[in-house]
T-cell receptor, first 113, second 109 residues
């Protein structure tokens, strides 16, 4: 069974640029959630995708957008990067049963200069 | 989702049991208690979850009080590799995870 994978591991961008982060869900999981973790804080929910549709969103502006593909992999896109977007971006996959457990990938460290 | 309260930090001697408390006095009847941990700069790792009954797996045990207002995560024989931030989360299945500050567990030799 393959776990959740994310790419790239690290990324450096400059303010105003756009970035795409990728996530492959764990085998058998059709739901992907994205979280942002700033330094020294707990992860914060960005949004969730289920069967290629957004299924819940946290308090993040529209420049944070996502996609889920038929194979359940997912992308997180961030436009017009700001310095405060520097963070660890985490992807978690799950299968929506009554107690669906979310399993996290290793994360992508984004630095915005 | 109900809020949780955890001590900011705890120390534990290597080889001893680590008992991490969590208060969730406003938990609803359909909310589960989940525990995750995060080792520095890695993704959170799922540990265990439960609804009413005590649970045990290869990593830990979860003890939930009868009124469900608090719980304790037990690592039976802590090792240095168990040093991490431990998060207690209550949620209804399918919902987002709401992370608090967690408890920093330091296992010392």
């Amino acid at each position: 069974e393959t776990g959740v994978t994310q790419s790239p591991t690290h990324l450096i961008k400059t303010r105003g640029q756009q970035v795409t982060l990728r996530c492959s869900s764990q085998s058998g999981h059709n739901t992907v959630s994205w979280y942002q973790q700033a330094l020294g804080q707990g992860p914060q929910f960005i949004f969730q995708y289920y069967r290629e549709e957004e299924n819940g969103r946290g308090n993040f502006p529209p420049r944070f957008s996502g996609l889920q593909f038929p194979n359940y992999s997912s992308e997180l896109n961030v436009n017009a990067l700001e310095l405060d977007d520097s963070a660890l971006y985490l992807c978690a996959s799950s299968y929506p049963l009554s107690t669906d457990t979310q399993y996290f990938g290793p994360g992508t460290r984004l630095t915005v200069l | 989702d109900a809020k949780t309260t955890q001590p900011p930090s705890m120390d534990c001697a290597e080889g001893r049991a680590a008992n991490l408390p969590c208060n969730h006095s406003t938990i609803s009847g359909n909310e589960y208690v989940y525990w995750y941990r995060q080792i520095h700069s890695q993704g959170p790792q799922y540990i265990i979850h439960g609804l009413k009954n005590n649970e045990t797996n290869e990593m830990a045990s979860l003890i939930i009080t009868e009124d469900r207002k608090s719980s304790t995560l037990i690592l039976p024989h802590a090792t240095l590799r168990d040093t991490a931030v431990y998060y207690c989360i209550v949620r209804v299945g399918g919902n987002k995870l709401v992370f608090g500050a967690g408890t920093i567990l330091r296992v010392k030799s």
